[in-house]
């Protein structure tokens, strides 16, 4: 059974920058897209990024300036860095698995809640 | 988002009900649509994928398809525990990126 583990700090400040990580427990780390994906309290799901295995990236146009995804293959991690946070990067973050190309996201993390405020 | 769905659609146990995603030919005219079912608190799950499939343990219940530039994705039978938020998804190809729709509350 896969599982997505996800850590980072809940409460930032305006102008820092987020940083996330998603573990994988179970299933291939190759073959897939890792994939950030949030919601604003109440709101919709917002794609921000996936990375494979071998660090190819693509993210959200409307955030590509300020995120940085990565990856580590020996420990089957991946991350999230969203720098110059405001108010409104406050959302629950959601690590998954997908496809590649937005085709589907077959497991999630919990989510993380990242709030900031000064 | 560009991915339009109702606010909201209801019905009575065991009725059906069908929600819409439309969108245009840069996502879902040419892209796979896949659906996600949010449960109060919790992370999306996967309900369809490649417009109609189901992941192993979805029941046939959930149906999903897609015409032109809209999707949609059925549910019979309904239940008090298909209350939920659902959510259409795909990539977008203008954009270069995933998309998702702007999400229906289901009520039973």
């Known amino acids: 059974q896969v599982q997505l583990h996800q850590w980072g700090a809940g409460l930032l400040k305006p102008s820092e920058t987020l940083s996330l990580t998603c573990a994988v427990y179970?299933?291939?780390?190759?073959?897939?897209?890792w994939s950030w994906i949030r919601q604003p309290p109440g709101k919709g799901l917002e794609w921000i990024g996936e990375?494979?295995?071998?660090?190819?990236?693509n993210s959200n146009p409307s955030l590509k300036s300020r995120v940085t995804t990565s990856v580590d293959t020996s420990k089957s991690q991946f991350s999230l860095r969203l720098t110059s946070l405001t108010a409104a990067d406050t959302a629950i973050y959601f690590c998954?698995?997908?496809?590649?190309?937005?085709?589907?996201?077959?497991?999630w993390g919990r989510g993380t809640l990242v709030t900031v405020s000064s | 988002s560009v991915l339009t769905q109702p606010p909201s659609v209801s019905a009575a146990p065991g009725q059906k009900v069908t929600i819409s995603c439309s969108g245009s030919?840069?996502?879902?005219?040419?892209?796979?649509v896949s659906w996600y079912q949010q449960l109060p608190g919790t992370a999306p799950k996967l309900l369809i994928f490649?417009?109609?499939k189901r992941p192993s343990g979805i029941p046939d219940r959930f149906s999903g398809s897609r015409s032109g530039t809209s999707a949609t994705l059925g549910i019979t039978g309904l239940q008090t525990g298909d209350e939920a938020d659902y959510y259409c998804?795909?990539?977008?190809?203008?954009?270069?990126?995933?998309?998702f729709g702007t999400g229906t509350t289901v009520t039973v």
């Open positions: 998954a698995r997908g496809r590649g190309g937005g085709e589907w996201w077959d497991y």
């Open positions: 179970g299933g291939s780390f190759t073959g897939y897209y």
């Open positions: 990375i494979n295995h071998s660090g190819s990236t």
């Open positions: 030919s840069s996502n879902i005219g040419n892209n796979y």
């Open positions: 490649e417009n109609h």
């Open positions: 998804g795909t990539w977008d190809g203008s954009l270069s990126a995933g998309v």
